[in-house]
C-alpha cells in the first residue's frame, strides 16, 4: 500500500509522520510545491529577534498537539501571565478586555446600555435559520454594541474575516451548540459550570487554554516533523493533475515523472486542490473553488523601549471594523513569550487586509511600512525609527467559512463516496488552527491505517 500526500503543511507533515509511526514498513510520501514545508508556519531569526510571519502558537487545552509534541521530544513553551491583558482599541483609545464577568460589567468597555443588552441575551429568540452569518447571531443575542465591539474584531483577528459573511456553526461550532441545547449561551454556562463542579472541571463559551509555542518559535514543530519525515517529504515538487487508472490514484508534477499512489491525501489548501482535481472530478473541483482566500499581510516591527511612549504591555490589541483604521491589530510577540526579542526592545507584530480590505495588504512594502508605522505611532504612541521590519505576504492567508461552507462540505463528501481511498485534509475544512488540523490528522491516519488491515 503506497500513500501519497499532497501539501508539506502541518496537516500533511503530521499525518505523514502518524502515519509512518503506526506502520513503519508502509509506503507513505510527502509532496510540496515550495523549498520550504510548514505552509503558514513560518519562522525566521534576524539580528537577535525571533519574527512568526504566520501562525504564533496553539491553545494547550486540546490534547493531540501536546501528545504530538511529546512523541516528537519538544518541550511546549506556555505564554506568560502578560499574554492575558488584551486590548480592544473603541472610541480612539485601547480598552482592557475583562478576564471575569463581574469585572466585564464594571468596565467600560460597552456603554451602560450595551451591558445591560447583554443580560437581554437569557430571553433573545432562538434563530430560525439552518445557517446564520455571525453578525446575526451577535446582534440577535447580545445587541449590536457587542457586536461592533467585542464580536467583529474577534472574528477579523482570527479568521481575518468579515463577521457578516462568516458562519457561525462552521467558525463556532461551540458557541452553535450550546445555543442549540441550551437555548441561552449564558443559561447553557450556567448549568455547565454547575455540571462540571462535580468534576472540578472548568467550561467556558470561549476556546479556552493557554496560547502556547516553543522556545524557538511555532517553526520548532516543522523542523521536527520534516527531521522524522526525511526523505519522504520531497519538497519543489508541484503537483498539476491527478487521476485514477486500474485502481490507483496517477499523480502527474510540473517537471518531474508521475508517480502512483493507491491512497492519496489532498492537503493542500483548497484553492490549490481544486486544480489538481479539475480532470478527476469537476464537481468537487468547482465546490473547493468557492472557499474565499482573503490576502493577508504580516509585518513584524521593533523598537527600543523607550521608543514606545505609552504603558502598553499585553499581548495586544484587535480592531473593530467600525473604528476605521488601517490595520486589522497588533501583537507584541516580546510581551507573550520568552526569547522573541533582545532585553531592552519590543517586537511587535501587526495584521493588514484581510476579506474586507485585501487590497490594503496587496500595497507596495513602503506603504506597507509607512500605514504600519502611523498606525502604532497614532495608537500606541511609538517614536522614532524602527530598529528592524520584516514584511510577511500571504497571498492566500486563511480560508472562509462563510454561510453556506457546512453545506458545501456535505456536498464534496457526497461527492468523495465515489472516490475510494480519496481523502481531502487540511484547514480548508473543519478548522483552521494548528489544533484542528493536528486532530483531523490522528482521525485521517485512524481511518487509514483501517484501511491498510482491511486491505491485508
Known amino acids: 500500500m503506497k500513500t501519497a500526500i499532497i501539501g508539506g503543511g502541518i ?24 523549498a520550504r514545508p510548514g505552509g503558514k508556519i513560518w519562522t525566521e531569526r534576524q539580528n537577535g529577534f525571533l519574527l512568526e510571519g504566520g501562525v504564533n502558537g496553539f491553545l494547550n487545552n486540546r490534547p493531540k498537539t501536546l501528545e504530538l509534541a511529546a512523541a516528537l521530544n519538544l518541550m511546549p513553551l506556555k505564554s506568560s501571565d502578560k499574554a492575558r491583558k488584551r486590548y480592544v482599541y473603541s472610541r480612539g483609545r485601547l ?56 464580536i467583529d474584531p474577534m472574528a477579523s483577528g482570527i479568521y481575518a474575516g468579515d463577521s457578516t459573511q462568516l458562519s457561525l456553526k462552521s467558525c463556532f461550532p461551540k458557541i452553535y451548540n450550546l445555543e442549540a441545547k441550551y437555548g441561552s449561551l449564558i443559561l447553557g ?16 463559551a470561549g476556546p479556552g487554554g493557554v496560547l502556547t509555542s516553543f522556545q524557538n518559535g511555532m517553526g520548532t514543530l ?3 516533523l520534516a527531521e522524522k519525515l526525511g526523505s519522504a517529504l520531497v ?3 508541484r503537483v498539476i493533475a491527478i487521476e485514477k487508472k486500474a485502481n490507483k490514484y496517477q499523480i502527474y508534477f510540473k517537471d518531474s515523472p508521475p508517480e502512483e499512489a493507491d491512497i492519496l491525501v489532498l492537503a493542500a489548501p483548497a484553492h490549490t486542490a481544486k486544480d489538481m482535481l479539475k480532470g478527476l472530478d469537476n464537481g468537487i473541483s468547482e465546490c473547493l473553488a468557492e ?19 505609552s504603558n502598553f504591555d499585553g499581548f495586544g490589541f484587535l480592531i473593530p471594523y467600525k473604528e476605521g ?30 476579506a474586507r480590505a485585501s487590497d490594503i495588504a496587496a500595497l507596495d512594502d513602503e506603504k506597507i511600512i509607512d500605514t504600519v508605522f502611523s498606525e502604532l505611532s497614532d495608537i500606541i504612541k511609538v517614536k522614532g525609527q524602527p530598529e528592524l521590519v520584516k514584511i510577511f505576504r500571504h497571498e492566500r492567508a486563511i480560508p472562509q467559512y462563510n454561510k453556506g461552507h457546512a453545506a458545501r462540505l456535505d456536498t464534496i463528501n457526497e461527492s468523495l463516496k465515489a472516490h475510494d481511498g480519496l481523502y481531502l485534509h487540511g484547514n480548508s475544512y473543519t478548522g483552521i488552527g494548528v489544533n484542528d488540523c493536528i486532530e483531523a490528522s490522528y482521525s485521517l491516519c485512524s481511518t487509514i491505517m483501517g484501511r491498510y488491515r482491511l486491505i491485508r
Do not use: H
Open 189 to 204: 454556562m450556567l448549568r455547565m459550570k454547575w455540571a462540571a463542579r462535580k468534576t472540578g472541571k472548568s467550561v467556558s
Open 235 to 237: 519538497n519543489n515538487r
Open 222 to 224: 516543522i523542523d521536527a
Open 95 to 150: 480598552n482592557l478586555i475583562p478576564e471575569g464577568g463581574l469585572d466585564f460589567f464594571k468596565s467600560d468597555l460597552l456603554s451602560v446600555q450595551g451591558r445591560l443588552r447583554i443580560i437581554l441575551e437569557t430571553i433573545a429568540p432562538r434563530s430560525t435559520s439552518a445557517d446564520e452569518t455571525l453578525s446575526e447571531f451577535a446582534i440577535r443575542r447580545l445587541g449590536r454594541e457587542s457586536y461592533e465591539t467585542l
Open 11 to 34: 496537516s500533511g507533515l503530521a499525518l505523514g509522520f502518524l502515519l509512518k509511526d503506526a506502520c513503519p514498513s508502509g509506503s507513505v510520501t510527502i509532496y510540496e510545491e515550495l
Open 325 to 354: 483604521r488601517k490595520i486589522l491589530g497588533t501583537l507584541c510577540d516580546s510581551s507573550t513569550f520568552t526569547g522573541r526579542a533582545p532585553e531592552g526592545y519590543m517586537l511587535f507584530r501587526t495584521m493588514l487586509g484581510g
Open 291 to 309: 472557499i474565499p482566500y482573503p490576502y493577508v499581510t504580516v509585518v513584524s516591527m521593533a523598537f527600543k523601549r523607550e521608543a514606545v511612549r
